[in-house]
């Protein structure tokens, strides 16, 4: 039997226009440019200032940019899968109101919950449509609009977080390019390190949650650090010893941009150069679900094809986990 590869054949990215520095972050918390670049490695983000714009806008930027790069058809797309933790509403689905405004008349959607992992778990499962030969053209983004649900009062968390989505198409591919393989983890237990406490079924918004600042992003960040190191070099190791090979095979390893000591101390765990890791913490920040295609899109032209790429992230949930691509343009 034929083996049918899910392949990306197009990226895309977008960041809103407004750039919160390190210097604004001084005026609003206790907090200095000195501190935020050597414990995390940000220097800017960019921010959605537009009241009426959320997280399908910027997706829509996203898709849009997809379409023309790769001279496709609106209604030529068969799924788009939108990986979110800050979906425009509790329902329906941020990738419905996506696929609406950008005129893709015959796709069906969902959004992925997986925080910051959510472009690889959505990765995965839209990359297994194509294998199974069902579909032909699949669209994956990873998009948040983090300032939504930050406390900028909170220097812990606001200095962290910025706006962004990436996105690629997935179409079949019979020279053996594209997805080989992942290992996707997730463990519920972990969720009370990294979470918002409010707006879910167990705790509805009320005037006491709001009052409360329950409507945030509430992290323990030292906890989340050591168990993203931990989980981001396990499951690498995991996966290249499962498809037998080594670092030396890896032309890029792509992680989730967090904190630039998690990925420093990831790739020195994985004895891995640092010029092969992609990077743009320094000027979009974490963007949870948009951090690994925006460094796709930053890195698109660097990239060639048959090259090895290995994704690896970490995040609420508690999820994490690898995925290996080779490169196919
Ligand atoms: O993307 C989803 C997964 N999330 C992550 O991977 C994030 C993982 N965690 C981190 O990146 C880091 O833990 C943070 C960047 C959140 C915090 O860095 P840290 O080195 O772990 O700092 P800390 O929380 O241990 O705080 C050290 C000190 C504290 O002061 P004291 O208690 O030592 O006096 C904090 O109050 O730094 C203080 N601090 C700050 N100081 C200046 C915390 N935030 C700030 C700040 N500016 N913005």
């Known amino acids: 039997m034929e083996l049918v590869n899910a392949a990306i054949s197009a990226v895309h990215g977008y960041v809103p226009d407004y750039v919160l520095t390190n210097k604004e972050l001084e005026t609003m918390v206790e907090t200095n440019d000195e501190w935020i670049q050597s414990r995390t490695g940000i220097k800017t983000r960019h921010i959605l200032k537009d009241k009426d714009k959320a997280t399908s806008d910027m997706g829509v930027e996203v898709v849009k940019g997809i379409l023309e790069k790769s001279n496709t058809a609106p209604e030529d797309i068969d799924l788009i899968i939108c990986a979110t933790v800050t979906a425009d509403m509790v329902f329906p689905d941020t990738a419905n109101t996506i696929a609406d405004k950008a005129g893709l008349s015959n796709a069906f959607g969902y959004d992925i919950n997986a925080a910051c992992s959510g472009f690889l778990y959505a990765l995965t499962t839209g990359s297994q449509f194509i294998r199974t030969g069902m579909y032909k053209k699949v669209i994956v983004i990873g998009a948040d609009k983090m300032s939504s649900i930050i406390d900028y009062t909170d220097r812990a968390t606001c200095i962290i977080f910025g706006d962004g989505a990436g996105g690629v198409l997935l179409e079949p591919n019979h020279e053996g390019l594209g997805f080989q393989d992942a290992i996707l983890k997730s463990d519920g237990s972990g969720r009370d390190i990294l979470h918002m406490k409010a707006g879910g079924s167990l705790k509805p918004a009320s005037i006491e ?59 020195h765990g994985l004895d891995f150069p640092m010029e092969r890791v992609m990077l743009n913490i320094e000027k979009f920040g974490n963007t949870t679900a948009g951090t690994l295609p925006l460094c796709l899109w930053d890195y698109e032209n660097q990239l060639k094809k048959g090259q090895n790429v290995m994704f690896t992230a970490f995040g609420g949930g508690l999820t994490w986990g690898s995925v290996y691509f080779k490169w196919a343009y």
């Not at 949650?209 to 993203?228: C, D, L, M, S, W």
């Not at 931990?230 to 390893?253: P, Y």
């Open 209 to 267: 949650t709001v009052t409360a600042k329950e409507h945030f992003v509430y992290q323990e960040g030292k906890a989340v650090f050591k168990k993203a190191v931990k989980g981001m070099i396990g499951t690498t190791k995991s996966l290249m010893e499962r498809n037998n090979i080594t670092k030396d095979d890896i032309d890029w390893m792509v992680p989730h941009q967090a904190n630039i000591r998690i990925i420093n101390s990831v790739a």
